[in-house]
Protein backbone atom coordinates (compact mmCIF):
# COMPACT_ATOMS: atom_id res chain seq x y z
CA UNK A 1 0.00 0.00 0.00
CA UNK A 2 1.48 3.36 -1.30
CA UNK A 3 -0.75 5.72 0.41
CA UNK A 4 -0.95 6.44 4.08
CA UNK A 5 -3.56 8.93 5.73
CA UNK A 6 -1.86 12.42 6.55
CA UNK A 7 -1.71 13.34 10.24
CA UNK A 8 -4.26 16.46 9.59
CA UNK A 9 -7.04 14.54 7.80
CA UNK A 10 -8.83 14.13 11.29
CA UNK A 11 -9.04 10.39 10.51
CA UNK A 12 -11.65 10.14 13.56
CA UNK A 13 -14.66 12.28 11.16
CA UNK A 14 -13.27 9.85 8.23
CA UNK A 15 -13.35 6.63 9.56
CA UNK A 16 -16.77 7.49 11.33
CA UNK A 17 -18.73 8.62 8.38
CA UNK A 18 -17.37 5.70 6.18
CA UNK A 19 -18.06 3.16 9.07
CA UNK A 20 -21.73 4.80 9.91
CA UNK A 21 -22.81 4.10 6.06
CA UNK A 22 -21.02 0.61 5.98
CA UNK A 23 -23.26 -0.22 9.17
CA UNK A 24 -26.33 0.88 7.55
CA UNK A 25 -25.86 0.00 3.78
CA UNK A 26 -25.29 -4.11 5.97
CA UNK A 27 -28.70 -3.48 7.45
CA UNK A 28 -30.32 -2.58 4.26
CA UNK A 29 -29.15 -4.71 2.04
CA UNK A 30 -28.81 -7.69 5.12
CA UNK A 31 -25.27 -8.82 6.93
CA UNK A 32 -23.12 -11.09 5.99
CA UNK A 33 -19.84 -12.78 7.36
CA UNK A 34 -16.60 -12.90 6.20
CA UNK A 35 -16.75 -16.86 5.28
CA UNK A 36 -19.96 -16.13 3.26
CA UNK A 37 -18.01 -13.32 1.39
CA UNK A 38 -15.31 -15.62 0.29
CA UNK A 39 -17.69 -18.00 -0.62
CA UNK A 40 -19.17 -15.49 -2.66
CA UNK A 41 -15.78 -13.77 -4.08
CA UNK A 42 -15.61 -17.30 -5.14
CA UNK A 43 -18.82 -17.29 -6.92
CA UNK A 44 -18.41 -14.28 -8.77
CA UNK A 45 -15.26 -15.56 -9.90
CA UNK A 46 -16.92 -18.43 -11.30
CA UNK A 47 -19.03 -16.35 -12.98
CA UNK A 48 -16.54 -14.28 -14.41
CA UNK A 49 -15.21 -17.21 -15.67
CA UNK A 50 -18.23 -18.48 -16.98
CA UNK A 51 -19.33 -15.28 -18.53
CA UNK A 52 -15.68 -13.96 -20.49
CA UNK A 53 -17.21 -15.99 -23.37
CA UNK A 54 -19.76 -13.99 -23.86
CA UNK A 55 -18.44 -10.82 -22.99
CA UNK A 56 -16.03 -8.87 -25.39
CA UNK A 57 -15.70 -6.22 -22.59
CA UNK A 58 -13.45 -9.00 -20.22
CA UNK A 59 -10.63 -8.82 -22.34
CA UNK A 60 -10.33 -5.28 -23.48
CA UNK A 61 -12.18 -1.73 -25.17
CA UNK A 62 -14.44 -2.56 -27.37
CA UNK A 63 -15.40 -0.76 -30.03
CA UNK A 64 -17.95 2.12 -30.00
CA UNK A 65 -20.15 0.58 -32.50
CA UNK A 66 -19.94 -2.67 -30.39
CA UNK A 67 -21.52 -1.08 -27.07
CA UNK A 68 -24.85 -2.31 -26.73
CA UNK A 69 -28.01 -0.06 -27.14
CA UNK A 70 -30.63 -2.10 -25.57
CA UNK A 71 -30.76 -3.85 -22.30
CA UNK A 72 -31.60 -7.34 -24.48
CA UNK A 73 -28.60 -7.03 -25.32
CA UNK A 74 -26.66 -6.37 -22.29
CA UNK A 75 -28.46 -9.26 -20.87
CA UNK A 76 -26.88 -11.48 -23.00
CA UNK A 77 -23.14 -10.32 -22.20
CA UNK A 78 -23.54 -9.43 -18.48
CA UNK A 79 -23.94 -11.98 -15.52
CA UNK A 80 -27.03 -11.60 -13.70
CA UNK A 81 -25.90 -9.71 -11.07
CA UNK A 82 -23.23 -7.49 -13.32
CA UNK A 83 -26.78 -6.35 -15.03
CA UNK A 84 -28.19 -5.83 -12.19
CA UNK A 85 -25.51 -2.94 -11.26
CA UNK A 86 -23.96 -2.22 -13.92
CA UNK A 87 -27.28 -1.28 -16.16
CA UNK A 88 -29.76 -0.61 -13.22
CA UNK A 89 -28.05 0.71 -10.44
CA UNK A 90 -28.00 -2.17 -7.94
CA UNK A 91 -25.46 -2.33 -5.09
CA UNK A 92 -23.12 -5.53 -4.19
CA UNK A 93 -23.49 -6.39 -0.20
CA UNK A 94 -20.40 -4.98 1.30
CA UNK A 95 -17.40 -7.07 1.66
CA UNK A 96 -19.10 -9.45 -0.88
CA UNK A 97 -17.12 -8.58 -3.81
CA UNK A 98 -14.51 -9.97 -5.75
CA UNK A 99 -12.24 -6.60 -5.47
CA UNK A 100 -12.58 -5.00 -2.19
CA UNK A 101 -9.63 -6.46 -0.71
CA UNK A 102 -7.27 -6.83 -4.20
CA UNK A 103 -4.01 -5.16 -3.94
CA UNK A 104 -3.20 -6.96 -7.55
CA UNK A 105 -1.54 -4.00 -9.42
CA UNK A 106 -3.14 -3.23 -12.74
CA UNK A 107 -6.00 -1.52 -14.36
CA UNK A 108 -9.66 -1.61 -13.89
CA UNK A 109 -11.38 -1.42 -16.62
CA UNK A 110 -15.60 -1.25 -17.41
CA UNK A 111 -17.32 -4.56 -17.02
CA UNK A 112 -19.09 -3.29 -19.58
CA UNK A 113 -17.27 -1.45 -22.35
CA UNK A 114 -13.80 -2.15 -21.67
CA UNK A 115 -12.93 1.50 -20.65
CA UNK A 116 -10.04 2.01 -18.06
CA UNK A 117 -11.61 3.64 -15.14
CA UNK A 118 -9.54 3.57 -12.39
CA UNK A 119 -5.74 2.58 -11.00
CA UNK A 120 -4.16 0.05 -8.48
CA UNK A 121 -2.26 2.60 -7.60
CA UNK A 122 -4.79 4.99 -6.20
CA UNK A 123 -6.60 2.17 -4.46
CA UNK A 124 -7.15 2.45 -0.87
CA UNK A 125 -8.17 0.44 2.22
CA UNK A 126 -10.88 2.21 3.01
CA UNK A 127 -12.91 -0.31 5.37
CA UNK A 128 -15.80 0.38 3.91
CA UNK A 129 -16.52 -3.38 1.42
CA UNK A 130 -16.04 -1.56 -1.69
CA UNK A 131 -13.16 -1.46 -3.69
CA UNK A 132 -12.49 2.20 -2.99
CA UNK A 133 -10.30 4.65 -4.70
CA UNK A 134 -9.05 8.25 -4.44
CA UNK A 135 -9.25 9.52 -8.47
CA UNK A 136 -10.03 7.96 -11.27
CA UNK A 137 -7.39 6.74 -14.26
CA UNK A 138 -7.14 10.12 -16.05
CA UNK A 139 -7.56 12.72 -12.62
CA UNK A 140 -4.98 15.63 -13.00
CA UNK A 141 -3.86 17.88 -9.97
CA UNK A 142 -5.99 20.45 -11.94
CA UNK A 143 -9.14 18.74 -12.80
CA UNK A 144 -9.08 15.80 -9.81
CA UNK A 145 -12.49 14.00 -11.38
CA UNK A 146 -11.02 13.43 -14.85
CA UNK A 147 -13.09 12.57 -17.37
CA UNK A 148 -13.56 8.75 -17.77
CA UNK A 149 -15.87 8.64 -15.30
CA UNK A 150 -19.53 11.20 -14.88
CA UNK A 151 -21.46 12.06 -11.95
CA UNK A 152 -25.04 12.26 -11.23
CA UNK A 153 -27.19 13.24 -8.28
CA UNK A 154 -28.73 10.85 -6.94
CA UNK A 155 -31.64 11.27 -4.29
CA UNK A 156 -32.38 6.87 -3.98
CA UNK A 157 -31.28 7.27 -0.18
CA UNK A 158 -31.82 10.72 0.70
CA UNK A 159 -34.62 9.93 3.27
CA UNK A 160 -32.04 7.96 5.28
CA UNK A 161 -29.71 8.96 8.20
CA UNK A 162 -26.26 8.78 7.08
CA UNK A 163 -26.55 8.84 3.44
CA UNK A 164 -28.47 11.98 2.28
CA UNK A 165 -28.24 13.08 -1.53
CA UNK A 166 -25.47 10.86 -3.15
CA UNK A 167 -23.29 11.35 -5.96
CA UNK A 168 -23.45 8.56 -8.28
CA UNK A 169 -20.57 7.49 -10.26
CA UNK A 170 -20.74 6.15 -14.24
CA UNK A 171 -18.71 4.88 -17.09
CA UNK A 172 -19.15 8.33 -19.38
CA UNK A 173 -18.46 6.31 -22.62
CA UNK A 174 -21.61 3.51 -21.60
CA UNK A 175 -23.68 4.76 -18.83
CA UNK A 176 -22.98 1.49 -16.43
CA UNK A 177 -23.59 2.16 -12.97
CA UNK A 178 -20.13 2.27 -11.22
CA UNK A 179 -20.79 2.98 -7.66
CA UNK A 180 -20.93 6.60 -5.53
CA UNK A 181 -17.91 8.92 -5.07
CA UNK A 182 -17.50 10.82 -1.09
CA UNK A 183 -15.88 13.73 -0.15
CA UNK A 184 -14.18 11.39 2.79
CA UNK A 185 -11.43 9.95 0.77
CA UNK A 186 -7.53 10.66 1.55
CA UNK A 187 -5.28 13.32 0.26
CA UNK A 188 -4.56 14.18 -2.38
CA UNK A 189 -8.10 14.54 -3.06
CA UNK A 190 -10.21 13.77 -0.52
CA UNK A 191 -12.21 11.96 -2.49
CA UNK A 192 -13.61 7.88 -2.27
CA UNK A 193 -14.93 6.32 -5.52
CA UNK A 194 -16.82 3.37 -4.25
CA UNK A 195 -17.27 1.19 -6.72
CA UNK A 196 -19.02 -2.18 -7.07
CA UNK A 197 -16.77 -5.14 -7.83
CA UNK A 198 -19.56 -5.73 -10.83
CA UNK A 199 -18.83 -3.03 -12.58
CA UNK A 200 -15.55 -3.37 -12.85
CA UNK A 201 -12.45 -5.67 -14.55
CA UNK A 202 -9.30 -5.93 -13.13
CA UNK A 203 -6.61 -6.19 -15.77
CA UNK A 204 -3.47 -7.62 -14.42
CA UNK A 205 -1.65 -7.19 -17.19
CA UNK A 206 -1.93 -3.42 -18.14
CA UNK A 207 1.53 -1.85 -17.73
CA UNK A 208 0.49 0.91 -16.37
CA UNK A 209 -0.71 0.37 -12.81
CA UNK A 210 0.13 3.84 -11.62
CA UNK A 211 3.06 3.06 -9.29
CA UNK A 212 4.76 5.66 -11.36
CA UNK A 213 2.68 7.81 -12.38
CA UNK A 214 0.94 7.85 -8.73
CA UNK A 215 3.56 10.56 -8.06
CA UNK A 216 2.31 12.60 -10.46
CA UNK A 217 -0.94 12.51 -10.95
CA UNK A 218 -2.39 14.61 -9.10
CA UNK A 219 0.19 16.40 -8.14
CA UNK A 220 2.68 17.73 -11.10
CA UNK A 221 0.65 16.93 -14.36
ZN1 LIG B 1 -18.33 1.55 -19.82
Not at 9 to 34: D, H, K, M, W, Y
Not at 80 to 97: D, L, N, V, W
Amino acid sequence: MRFSYAIDQEPPRLFTGILVRSAVVLLLLSSGNLAIAEQNNQNQEDHMTQNSKKNPAVTGRIPDSEIPKTNVEWRKRLTPEQFEIARKKGTERAFSGTYWNTKTPGTYRCICCGEPLFRSGEKFESGCGWPSFYAPIDAKKEDTKGNVVAEHEDRSLAGIPGFGVRTEVTCRRCGAHLGHVFNDGPPPTGLRYCINSASIILDPKAQNDGSKEKEDSTKSR
